[in-house]
């Protein structure tokens, strides 16, 4: 319980100014993206590291859940808290510390927005790869706490791939470093590893070092529409089987493009089952060659049409649409779901099949996107979470989802993590012995259990 004596004890930290107490504010922290609201006891604005030590020795002096939070964009509710407390909001930590060319890393705040990172380090010709969907609001920080991919993970993976190390701060207070600047070090366990992706329940990040590429030089985007699903699933696994490996390769079903094609009309044809945008990159002559062959495997698996972008304007018009498909989705229905669930890559055109099976065996409104090329499903579950009724139906249709995908291999996130939403499965994936060696490295992490608190170990049976 946050008493007015704790609460001075934050305000001699913070000041008056970078601290919110009110109802009306506190409604504004109360959710992210999923569907859960929790109400916080007070929202706290760091701007420096040893701020954060401070309030976390507070914290833990006098038991308060913390629960960090960067721009809440999340779909796990992960950033929420869940069980009172404060929440630390990094948007005020938010410098890019530096930008080093010839070692080809960046030091950064976990405040800072992914998508303005990436302009920077383009500005000087150098290239950070993870890009989430959200990347135009998503903070670094989150992305490294739940360990985010985005569109280019077929090619360049998730933010894992890109950590060099942390600066962290214990629920205790004490200060940590993880890893090095170094292109290689070994040496003991890897901490940053075991950080990134634990959903903030283990330590608060302070500072992030990631590697940076060469920024290709190249990039070409082609747009292909189809008359079937399995055309378009046919298609992926053709360019996967010939060893190309595009920087994306996304998949709309046919009410996404309804959902885009009303919100933002693109002339997408509105009688396709699905559309493919794939994007290539690296040295402008195996980029053209590369297109070249991609296009062929597009209409030699029944593509009715094949665009292929002629400039760098206009891939970037192709993936505006493919950006703004959450959004025009979302103005369907009050409610949307978004699953997360990943198979093998050779299951995808039954697995999009499958869940649209599923959307009329429940009666349940289900758009489907998916990063093809990594064999991530993006199934959009289009509800009202007032009526009781369809939830019961929602719920049962994510049961099935996440069955068929345990069915043939595949696992319950590919990049959103796991939360309160999918908690109740992790023992689908995770053995008992498993979930107890995690649930020891949180109790070691945070012996008192006040750093966000009630998370996916806690919620799982």
């Known amino acids: 319980m946050l008493t007015e004596k704790i609460l001075h004890e934050f305000e001699t930290i913070l000041g008056k100014e970078r601290i919110l107490t009110s109802k009306e504010d506190l409604l504004s922290y109360a959710y992210d993206a999923y569907v859960e609201e929790y109400l916080p006891e007070a929202v706290l604005f760091p701007k420096t590291s040893a701020e954060v030590s401070q309030i976390m020795q507070v914290a833990s002096t006098h038991r308060i859940f913390v629960t960090p939070r960067g721009a809440g964009s999340g779909l796990a509710a992960c950033s929420l808290a869940k069980q009172g407390g404060v929440i630390l909001c990094f948007t005020m930590m938010n410098r890019i510390l530096e930008i080093n060319k010839p070692n080809r890393y960046a030091i950064v705040e976990p405040g800072v927005v992914v998508s303005e ?3 920077e380090v383009e500005k000087i010709g150098l290239f950070y790869p993870p890009d989430p969907g959200s990347a135009t609001v998503a903070t670094m920080g989150g992305t490294v706490l739940m360990n985010a991919g985005g569109m280019r993970g077929i090619k360049y993976g998730v933010t894992r791939d890109y950590l060099m190390g942390l600066q962290g701060v214990l629920p205790s207070g004490e200060v940590i470093q993880t890893g090095s600047l170094t292109a290689k070090d070994v040496t003991g366990y890897d901490l940053t590893r075991l950080i990134c ?3 903030g329940t283990l330590a608060v990040v302070t500072r992030i070092t990631v590697r940076l590429l060469p920024k290709p030089k190249a990039r070409r985007t082609l747009q292909a529409i189809y008359n079937t699903i399995d055309q378009a699933g046919n298609t992926v696994a053709r360019i996967v ?3 190309i490996i595009p920087a994306t390769l996304e998949l709309m079903d046919k009410m996404i493009i309804k ?3 009303d919100y933002a009309h693109l002339g997408l044809p509105l009688d396709a089952e699905a559309v ?3 994007e290539v990159d690296g040295d402008p002559e195996s980029v053209e060659k590369q297109a070249g062959i991609i296009a062929e495997f597009c ?3 029944g593509a009715r049409d094949v665009r292929v972008s002629q400039s760098e304007k206009e891939s970037e018009q192709l993936w505006m649409a493919r950006r703004g498909a959450f959004g025009a989705v979302a103005r369907m229905r009050p409610t949307c779901v978004i699953e997360d669930a ?6 995808l055109t039954r697995a999009i099949k499958e869940v649209i099976t599923i959307a009329q065996r429940n009666q349940v409104q289900i758009a489907v996107l998916a990063h093809a090329g990594d064999g991530n499903l993006h199934p959009l579950v289009l509800c009202d979470l007032r009526d009781k009724e369809e939830m019961k139906r929602v719920e049962k249709a994510m049961d099935e989802i996440v069955d068929f995908a345990m069915s043939v291999g595949g696992v319950l996130s590919g990049e959103h993590g796991i939360g309160i939403a999918k908690a109740k499965y992790l023992p689908r994936q995770l053995s008992p012995q498993t979930l107890n060696l995690m649930r020891t490295l949180k109790n070691t992490f945070d012996p008192l259990g006040i750093l966000n608190p009630g998370s996916f170990l806690e ?3």
């Open 117 to 119: 990172f990436q302009k």
């Open 342 to 347: 990943t198979v093998p890559v050779s299951f």
């Open 276 to 278: 493919l945008l794939i």
């Open 459 to 461: 919620c799982a049976p």
């Open 241 to 243: 089987e010939e060893g």
């Open 197 to 199: 992706g634990s959903e």
């Open 259 to 261: 959902a885009l094609e």
């Open 299 to 301: 209409r030699g698996q």
